[in-house]
């Protein structure tokens, strides 16, 4: 979650890309037809539940419905803003879908599709776009978007974990344990972290952990079977060297209460060395930005190849009882299609049609996104989301795991007691 190439871009300058990105938006759609609402009917309103990112003043939400109600002016889009929790907007979404008042089309984390199409939440999608819509997509995410051989989701934007670290005082480590010994060596008048990374009881320390446990060449579960493979040395060697960056100081104690706002916001007013984030990272450090670079993240000592990057990111799903399935059709269409997805670009996130993401590689060094090229050179790791039962195995390895670190439980206790939840789950 690769090279980092410095960036340098103007704040100013990025609001004017956007902005021409939107007008090239609705000037380049403008023109197509048929539309739903064009009859004398008035417009159609569709309703968007797009939750869990930072509102912030550039809200890529925001920005994608003005340029797609400018290119249909006949479909209204309604915003509905989660919170920064997934979790708590899993929660909502559930209870909200099962009634008559859902939203329309939502966006759903990259993990969602085996549990919402099992509970019928989320439409089937193979017959609403042709092959040509499906090719524009990276294959890898649509594979991840499937359940029994359909697809319940159509990706939106990506993420991958990367290390963001300050290039004006350490060089990017390779290994954790050369990352140890450079945050271990700092100066604490100047940084007073070391490694800041999610650690609360939360999908994000799934993600933190599915990385650390695939550098130690361990997995959550056995490949050769529906079973929990935690009770294994690699899974002891992660969890204790994640217990070891709080007992050494290198990672606050608090990190067992943080989620990603809590680390981009403490690493982004200078007071760490080192942060685990996604890619959208980069683009919210303010004058900080030109002493931060980007690289993979570390592996263990004697492991072949750069760390490990677990895949994350947004998708877009239909509520099976939507009554504006046209609507909905073509405002997907429209935010995987290259003007869209270049506004997603300008605002650091990783596309997933395949022309943009070419263009994001191929950018040249003046107007290159470092992350998200960072993201597109990751070596990807997933969660074992293909099962129904993934939130209970998520919550397995995360409420154990954090036991250890916040209050100091046997590891190899904690480890038994999450593969024998997972079992359970998987019956």
């Known amino acids: 979650m690769s090279i980092s190439m410095k960036r340098c871009r103007p704040a100013r300058a990025r609001i004017l890309l956007v902005a021409a990105a939107v007008l090239l938006a609705g000037s380049a759609c403008s023109s197509r037809s048929p539309r739903p609402g064009m009859d004398g009917g008035g417009p159609t309103t569709i309703t968007w539940y797009a939750g869990s990112v930072d509102q912030h003043q550039n809200d890529y939400r925001r920005i994608l419905v003005d340029a797609f109600e400018n290119a249909y002016p006949s479909i209204k889009v309604n915003i509905e803003f989660g919170t920064v929790d997934t979790d708590v907007n899993r929660a909502d979404l559930l209870q909200r879908l099962r009634g008559p008042d859902g939203p329309d089309v939502y966006m759903g984390d990259v993990i969602w599709p085996a549990e919402f199409a099992h509970q019928n939440m989320a439409r089937s999608l193979d017959d609403m776009f042709d092959r040509a819509f499906w090719e524009r997509i990276d294959p890898g995410l649509l594979a991840a978007s499937s359940y029994q051989n359909k697809i319940f989701a159509v990706p939106l934007f990506q993420d991958q974990g990367m290390l963001f670290y300050r290039k004006d005082l350490v060089a990017p480590p390779t290994t954790w344990e050369e990352l140890e010994k450079d945050a271990a060596d700092r100066n604490k008048n100047i940084t007073p972290y070391g490694y800041l990374w999610q650690g609360a009881a939360y999908e994000g320390l799934t993600c933190v952990w599915t990385e650390i446990l695939a550098d130690a060449g361990g997995s959550t579960l056995d490949p050769a079977g529906p079973h929990a493979a935690l009770n294994s040395p690699q899974a002891l060697q992660a969890l204790r060297f994640l217990q070891g960056l709080i007992q050494q100081g290198i990672t606050p104690s608090q990190v067992t209460s943080y989620q990603e706002?809590?680390?981009?916001?403490?690493?982004?007013?200078?007071?760490?060395?080192?942060?685990?984030?996604?890619?959208?990272?980069?683009?919210?450090?303010?004058?900080?930005?030109?002493?931060?670079?980007?690289?993979?993240?570390?592996?263990?000592?004697?492991?072949?190849?750069?760390?490990?990057?677990?895949?994350?990111?947004?998708?877009?799903?239909?509520?099976?009882?939507?009554?504006?399935?046209?609507a909905v059709k073509i405002f997907i269409r429209w935010l995987t299609d290259v003007h869209a997805q270049r506004i997603l670009l300008n605002l650091s996130q990783i596309p997933v049609n395949r022309q943009v993401r070419d263009e994001a590689r191929n950018a040249p060094p003046e107007t290159r996104d470092d992350a998200v090229v960072a993201g597109l050179q990751a070596r990807a790791v997933s969660r074992p989301a293909g099962w129904p039962a993934y939130p209970a195995i998520s919550q397995a390895v995360y409420s154990s795991v954090q036991s250890v670190l916040s209050q100091g439980s046997d590891p190899r206790a904690a480890l038994l007691d999450a593969s024998t939840k997972i079992d359970n789950a998987l019956r």
């Open 261 to 326: 706002p809590d680390t981009t916001q403490l690493f982004a007013s200078g007071q760490a060395v080192f942060l685990r984030g996604w890619s959208y990272v980069l683009a919210r450090l303010g004058s900080l930005k030109d002493k931060v670079g980007v690289a993979p993240l570390p592996t263990f000592a004697g492991q072949a190849g750069q760390g490990f990057s677990t895949t994350g990111g947004w998708s877009l799903y239909v509520n099976p009882r939507t009554r504006n399935l046209d």
